[in-house]
């Protein structure tokens, strides 16, 4: 069965820290990739997606960076954080027009 | 930048009762999703109707599809307490991977 895994749930880093979060995607092929986050109550702003390997379409300029190493693995990254970069990270998967899977989300909270 | 926008923001209900939300678009569409997300939590896939239909059931939600007005309603009948979440819409342009979230409807169920 196809499943989204994303890691950490939860993350406190200070300013200034670097970042990487990781998702993992099993049972499925060159799946489309994407990483987009959440500001409270609000929607969902996209901020990288992926078509294939090595392949990142940037949506918003900002301190984030993306890698795709591997065709089922995405991952964010950032060398220095900010405080605006709190907030809920969600990687998601899609083949087709099937509709996204989402993992369940990371939390970050930069102090 | 945002392409669909929900209405009402929030939405407070009795169990039994139905749900009604809408959600209208910009630009014209390959097709057009409906998700569910409980607090906290990643986004989960519900039904999604392409451009040419417009009308589709999944169990006790039907979605309609309005291409002329941009718009398109979620129905869930006979509403649950478990019904509790946001939800949003997200529309899919056509020759593009991506999808476009509204900011979402908070659906509360009053047992």
């Known amino acids: 069965s196809q499943t989204i895994h994303q890691w950490p749930a939860t993350l406190v880093q200070p300013v200034g820290s670097p970042l990487s979060l990781e998702c993992t995607v099993e049972?499925?092929?060159?799946?489309?990739l994407y990483w987009y986050r959440q500001a409270a109550g609000r929607g969902l702003q996209l901020l990288f997606y992926?078509?294939?390997?090595?392949?990142i379409s940037s949506e918003v300029p900002q301190n984030l960076s993306a890698s795709r190493p591997q065709d089922r693995q995405f991952i964010l990254s950032s060398k220095k954080l900010l405080l605006s970069d709190s907030g809920f990270y969600l990687c998601?998967?899609?083949?087709?027009?099937?509709?996204?899977?989402f993992g369940s989300g990371t939390r970050l909270t930069v102090v | 930048s945002q392409q669909g926008e929900e209405d009402p923001q929030a939405l407070s209900i009795q169990e039994g009762e139905n749900a009604t939300m809408n959600c209208s678009y910009k630009?014209?569409?390959?097709?057009l999703q409906w998700y569910r997300q409980n607090s906290g939590r990643g986004l989960v896939h519900l039904i999604l109707?392409?451009?040419?239909?417009r009308e589709k059931h999944s169990g006790r939600l039907r979605v309609t599809l309005d291409t002329s007005k941009k718009s398109s309603s979620l129905l869930i009948t006979a509403s649950r307490a478990a019904d509790t979440a946001s939800y949003f819409c997200?529309?899919?342009?056509?020759?593009?991977?991506?999808?476009?979230f509204g900011a979402g409807t908070t659906v509360t169920v009053r047992a």
């Open positions: 998601a998967w899609s083949v087709g027009q099937n509709g996204y899977t």
């Open positions: 049972g499925t092929s060159n799946p489309n």
């Open positions: 992926s078509v294939g390997i090595g392949q």
């Open positions: 630009t014209s569409i390959n097709n």
């Open positions: 109707i392409r451009s040419n239909e």
């Open positions: 997200a529309t899919e342009v056509a020759n593009d991977y991506k999808l476009s």
